[in-house]
């Protein structure tokens, strides 16, 4: 886990015999490539350089692919992230109910947007084109837990629960 | 052996061909920017688009990719629709891409003087048609491009923005791009491919001196014919005795 | 939950039937909480526990209480059900529940003040049934939601799961399993409507021998969470019928590729699997048939574009989930080149009924070309957001007014988009449009996956468009030039027109550009693109207008076409619009004429949203 923003200059080491187990819970088949990096993204918060070497070797996969796929698929983030990840829906029901005055909130209160982390390296905000909840528009989540109905006011006091 | 019909002509096709093969053959001009005859499809640029018709059933599709599997296809490859379909695809990317003389040359030819939409980077050379990774990865066999990420932010090179890995600087990728987006040149030994930052060290002729090809891609050669590197070090020039050398010796001497 | 029984013959699981249907009905009192992942959002695990706690407490040995999935009326949430008759508790919090033991599940009365209140009769309603969002539905893909514990299997079998299954390996050849699919009418879920027994039938007739099916969980429509109840509320069900179709087309090998964002279902699908295997509903010589398949979950990396079936394969084959040309079918060449039949979740878990209740049964209920139910998502500017479903047939009107409440606060309705994405918007002059496969076509959308989002006069028809655009900006795999490249200067275009800077000329170009898209593009993310564009201009191109020509944007919801005021005669000064402002730009004492500083003014609406007399109003 990223401590603080120093950790960031220099190279992560990656444990090798995490990636050979994760490898190995998906019988080492290189199409369960998407698989293993997300069970190493939810390790490790995110996926240095490091992860995608070590997992192009122990899969047996050449690099470029690793990297295509980990740069396509937006679960995943090749940048480092912040100890606690907001997630805003932007789904239709949240967008209209309103997701951006969440968006605003959250800028004001943390001074980061969207795909953004804090220089504390506390909080990650994102985007998500859907959580599935929309019926509790507008909805974010934090670390998993679902928060939903929530008004711009609301924000600080949601993220004064993880201030702490 | 099947038939279809070509823009009115009946035409033969074996099964499985493409359109595009089969108005190639008949000399039926279709353009195309992603295209390679020696590469599998791309399907990306969409400028060869033709209305198929089968029975009553009318649509537009790819002539690179769409296989024909029975008789009696109706193929048009140039229709009002399909032109101005042509040009607002080339307005795109000429959009993207606002000088690259390529695009501009085609540009010139289909009358168009500008796009009428939004310029991206002055800058930008490539239109993502994926010529040089298909080429790397399945003709030269190293596989060192690829695309990654997605949608407008979509690039092509290697991992990382780091040069192919596995780069020979054969340059296969430069010579199929369709826009001149890679470039090649030699200085001080070394070959560099930008926009990928590779650079290869250039081997020199035994013989003549010159340099020639890349030293990865004459140790390549050596390993795969079982050979030492002298043996493949000497230009096409010289090997064709162009200076009035007597090779044999230097050959015979430098086989294994 | 008892010990695990493994089936191997027909007669094994007409026992394990009866054992646990006996289990089932010894349970005298029953609740079902809601354990959907709206309802947890609201916070029904602390109910579900309040139960646990109160029926310990009350020594009741013969009650269960579920934590289920998706009731559907999502804005009721917590959604509770108790007892055999189903009395219904909506928002229901945990310090309420030690009385709704006592009264209700011990006693047998309703409570009153917790019980469901009618707005439009002002009467309390007691049980579901007769609640009007429950009572005009009928429940087919969402059958077991809300009745049994999605984690317990024995619970599946005791009210008919794997009955259809067993029918089936025992009693039907793979062909007439195949036939009852293709008599019953049933159409692709998904959004394509596609005839499902016709998909069917082309993979069987391949010659090559090893065949797949697939479940595409990856419902990626904003606003639509039809898959998600049924994957969580259902599992088995979803299982069943992958093992049916894999029996019909002669598949051994099963996949469900379900959306990251979804982990509540991901999670109970690994669980009915695992119990499945267990139990021996998965693995070899099924129910001592020589029928053997299996199934694995591929999980989805956030990409809406791995919902298009070409995509999906690409992505379960470890690439990135970029689609390819479909030339030839996915029935002939899919998954690693073999022969695949990919449907929706809710195409697949309506299977199990037909080959139960018969074809017959199934066409009898829809209309002629749409059999059978579907399942909506209503949400938006909608009163009671959920999950419904209904007949096919059944008018917009009926189901957003009689079913869902009619629009929030009573506002004017302005239209529903359908189709998600791929969608468009349907106005108020076709509310008595029936809803079904070909009649929305013909107005210019489509059922899609099944998302309804109720738009009223507070909705931007222009900023709807420009949404969606950027949504598909966002998710398109960037392959192919007018996808990639067109839907980024349609967003430019949108963005331009909803900040001030539109012309007519741009309008011309947008129609210009959705053509080429439609005729043009790889896949069909990209040539139904421009759907949400045209079906706004269809209808609402006097909105376009307006923002180009006079600089307003009569909904509110364009900040630099927008300006509010406080209307002096309406305004009453309660004050409560000061409280809401995030600037502090509202002056006015209390009781005292307001004003809003236009000057400061962020245009959020907030103060508009809040205020009930409707005083504050786009200038």
């Known amino acids: 886990m990223i401590e603080n923003a120093e950790d960031m200059s220099t190279s992560t080491l990656v444990d090798s015999a995490l990636v050979e187990a994760l490898v190995a819970r998906h019988r080492g088949h290189p199409a369960a490539l998407l698989a293993v990096l997300q069970d190493l993204q939810e390790e490790l918060h995110w996926l240095p350089r490091e992860a995608l070497l070590g997992v192009a070797d122990c899969l047996e996969v050449p690099l470029t692919r690793v990297y295509r796929v980990a740069s396509f698929y937006r679960a995943l983030s090749l940048e480092p992230r912040g100890e606690h990840l907001v997630r805003v829906c932007t789904g239709t029901a949240c967008h209209l109910r309103g997701a951006p005055g969440v968006i605003d909130a959250l800028q004001r209160d943390l001074s980061i947007g969207p795909g953004e982390t804090t220089g504390d390296m506390r909080f990650s905000v994102e985007t998500v084109h859907c959580l599935g909840a929309c019926a509790l528009a507008p909805v974010i989540t934090i670390d998993g837990k679902y928060f939903g109905g929530v008004k711009p006011g609301d924000v600080s006091d949601i993220l004064d629960l993880y201030r702490k | ?256 | 939950m008892s010990a695990t029984v493994t089936v191997t013959t027909l007669s094994d699981f007409r026992a394990l039937q009866e054992r646990a249907r006996e289990r089932r009905a010894a349970l005298k009192h029953v609740v079902s909480v809601c354990g959907g992942t709206g309802c947890r959002a609201a916070g029904s695990l602390a109910v579900y526990e309040a139960f646990q706690q109160a029926i310990a407490a009350a020594g009741l040995d013969d009650a269960v209480v579920r934590f289920t999935g998706c009731h559907g009326f999502c804005e009721r949430g917590p959604a509770v059900l108790v007892g055999d008759q189903e009395y219904f508790y909506g928002r229901l919090k945990p310090e309420d529940v030690a009385e709704v033991v006592q009264r209700t599940l011990i006693e047998g009365e309703p409570v009153a003040a917790l019980l469901y209140r009618d707005a439009a009769s002002k009467q309390r309603i007691p049980l579901a049934r007769d609640v009007p969002f429950y009572a005009k539905q009928q429940r087919l893909a969402l059958r077991y939601n809300g009745l049994i514990d999605p984690c317990d299997i024995e619970d599946f079998i005791a009210v008919g799961g794997y009955e259809a299954l067993a029918q089936a390996l025992s009693g039907m050849t793979p062909e007439q399993v195949l036939q009852a699919v293709e008599a019953s009418g049933l159409r692709g879920r998904g959004g394509g409507g596609f005839p499902t027994g016709r998909k069917w039938r082309s993979a069987a007739e391949q010659p090559e021998p090893i065949r797949y099916v697939i479940c595409n969980g990856d419902e990626g429509d904003p606003g639509a969470f039809m898959d998600e109840g049924i994957m969580e509320g259902n599992p088995h069900g979803v299982l069943e019928g992958l093992m049916l179709g894999g029996y019909a087309i002669g598949a051994r090998q099963g996949y469900i590729y379900v959306r990251y964002e979804y982990p509540l279902a991901m999670r109970h699908l690994q669980e009915a699997i695992d119990a499945a295997r267990e139990y021996g509903f998965l693995g070899a010589d099924i129910l001592g048939s020589d029928f053997d398949f299996d199934i694995e979950i591929v999980r989805g990396g956030g990409a809406f574009v791995c919902g298009e079936s070409s995509a999906l394969l690409a992505s379960i084959e470890g690439d990135a989930g970029e689609p390819r040309p479909k030339y030839i079918h996915m029935a002939e060449e899919g998954l690693w080149g073999k022969p695949t039949v990919l449907n929706n979740v809710e195409t697949w878990v309506n299977v199990p009924e037909i080959i139960r209740n018969g074809p017959e049964w199934f066409k009898s209920i829809g209309t002629e070309g749409s059999a059978g139910t579907k399942v909506f998502s209503v949400v938006g500017k909608v009163k009671h957001t959920g999950l419904v479903e209904v007949p096919m047939g059944m008018t917009i009107r009926e189901l957003i007014y009689d079913v869902c409440g009619g629009v929030a606060g009573d506002r004017p309705y302005k239209g529903v988009q359908t189709g998600g994405p791929s969608g468009g918007v349907i106005p108020e002059e076709h509310l008595d449009l029936s809803i079904d496969f070909d009649s929305l076509w013909e107005v210019g959308s489509m059922m899609g996956s099944g998302g309804l989002i109720v738009m009223d006069d507070r909705t931007c028809m222009v900023e709807v468009a420009r949404y969606f655009t950027e949504f598909l900006s966002e998710e398109s795999c960037g392959k192919c030039v007018p996808c990639r490249e067109g839907l980024w200067q349609m967003l430019g275009l949108l963005t331009d027109i909803t900040q001030g800077r539109g012309s007519m000329e741009q309008i011309a170009l947008l129609e210009e550009l959705a053509e080429v898209l439609a005729d043009a593009s790889l896949c069909a993310l990209g040539s139904t693109a421009a759907n949400p564009v045209m079906s706004t201009l269809r209808y609402f191109r006097d909105e376009y207008e307006e923002h180009i020509n006079a600089g307003r944007c009569r909904a509110g919801v364009c900040k630099a076409l927008t300006t509010f005021a406080i209307d002096p005669e309406t305004c009453t000064g309660c004050h409560a619009c000061v409280k809401v402002c995030p600037v502090d730009c509202i002056s006015g004492q209390a009781k005292g004429k307001h004003e809003i500083n236009t000057d400061v003014c962020v245009r959020c609406g907030l103060c508009r949203d809040t205020c009930r007399f409707e005083a504050i109003n786009v200038v």
């Open chain 2, 1 to 256: 052996m099947l038939t279809i019909t070509l823009n009115g002509r009946e035409v033969p096709a074996e099964k499985g061909e493409t359109i595009f093969e089969v108005a190639h053959r008949e000399g039926v001009y279709i353009p195309t920017l992603c295209h390679h005859g020696g590469l599998e499809p791309g399907s990306v640029c969409r400028l060869c688009l033709v209305e198929v018709t089968d029975g009553r059933r009318s649509r537009l599709v790819t002539a690179c990719s769409y296989p024909i599997m029975k008789s009696g296809l109706v193929v048009q490859t140039d229709t009002e629709q399909i032109a101005r379909d042509r040009r607002v695809i080339i307005e795109l990317l000429l959009a993207r891409c606002p000088e690259n003389e390529a695009l501009r040359e085609i540009a010139g030819v289909m009358g168009i003087a500008d796009s009428r939409f939004k310029p991206g980077k002055t800058a930008e050379q490539c239109i993502l048609c994926g010529l040089c990774e298909r080429v790397c990865e399945h003709a030269v066999r190293v596989g060192g491009i690829s695309r990654s990420d997605r949608g407008v932010h979509r690039r092509i090179g290697g991992p990382f923005g780091d040069p192919p890995p596995g780069c020979t600087g054969c340059a296969a990728c430069a010579h199929v791009c369709p826009t001149g987006a890679i470039e090649v040149t030699v200085a001080d030994r070394v070959l560099k491919l930008q926009p990928w930052g590779a650079e290869v060290e250039m081997a020199a002729c035994v013989e003549c001196g010159a340099l020639f090809a890349p030293r990865a891609a004459i140790e390549a050669a050596a390993a795969k014919l079982a050979v030492r590197p002298e043996y493949v070090s000497v230009c096409y020039d010289c090997r064709r005795g162009k200076h009035g050398r007597d090779l044999s010796k230097t050959v015979r001497a430098a086989r294994p």
